[in-house]
Nanobody, 124 residues
Framework: QVQLVESGGGLVQAGGSLRLSCAAS????????MGWFRQAPGKEREFVAA????????YYTDSVKGRFTISRDNAKNTMYLQMNTLKPEDTAVYYC?????????????????WGQGTQVTVSS
């Protein structure tokens, strides 16, 4: 089992920044690629960004390219999402997840362990 805990969410004005963290514990040696997803009220959970085990490869959904940066520190078993130039449409609960393999996927069905989520609210 792997446990994931997100932190760093909050309320920020449009144009501001936040840095989310995802701390992993448990069977961390089994973690390969990881990803961030988000879910706004009344909407499906959607892919945001993914990173492979070494951090050498990343992938972003088009709406966050150039504004968000995903990274990880395997020594600390922690993944990050730096979010800059935030927009009201970025408001959602953000979830981190571990991939079933070391590939970058946008499909939530390719991820097995999930955190409880952290709320990000961007005011206009």
């Amino acid at each position: 089992q792997v446990q994931l805990v997100e932190s760093g969410g909050g309320l920020v004005q449009a144009g501001g920044s936040l840095r989310l963290s995802c701390a992993a514990s448990g069977r961390t040696w089994s973690i390969y690629a990881m990803g961030w997803f988000r879910q706004a009220p009344g909407k499906e959970r959607e892919f945001v960004a993914a990173i492979n085990f070494s951090g050498s490869s990343t992938y972003y959904t088009d709406s966050v390219k150039g504004r968000f940066t995903i990274s990880r520190d395997n020594a600390k078993n922690t993944m990050y999402l730096q979010m800059n130039t935030l927009k009201p449409e970025d408001t959602a609960v953000y979830y981190c997840a571990t991939s079933k393999g070391n590939w970058l996927s946008i499909r939530k069905y390719d991820y097995d362990y999930w955190g409880q989520g952290t709320q990000v609210t961007v005011s206009s």
